[in-house]
């Protein structure tokens, strides 16, 4: 199989279904996600393509962030928590 950035909406939506969440396919297809577009959607945009199951939204969340090597959000990091140089 190629890589993921280059599969089509009916590829994503494949892949999915073979998550477990058959429902959701229809949902990428709809949205027009391919695997470019896959690469971009996170937790809080899931919602916006109609997947709105908490359960379910950060399973498919994390299996992106696997899918294309990303690292996983660290919720506990705050603004507060950076550092900024004045000049």
């Not at 909406?9 to 896959?38: M, S």
Request: aromatic residues 12%.
């Amino acid at each position: 199989m190629f890589p993921a950035e280059q599969w089509t909406p009916k590829e994503v939506a494949e892949w999915v279904t073979g998550l477990g969440y058959p429902q959701y396919a229809a949902c990428f297809q709809a949205n027009f996600i391919d695997g470019v577009k896959l690469k971009d959607v996170d937790a809080s945009r899931l919602p916006q393509i109609g997947i709105t199951d908490f359960k379910h939204l950060k399973h498919i969340a994390k299996e992106i962030r696997q899918l294309f090597d990303q690292e996983t959000p660290n919720a506990a990091k705050s603004i507060a928590d950076i550092s900024f140089t004045t000049h």
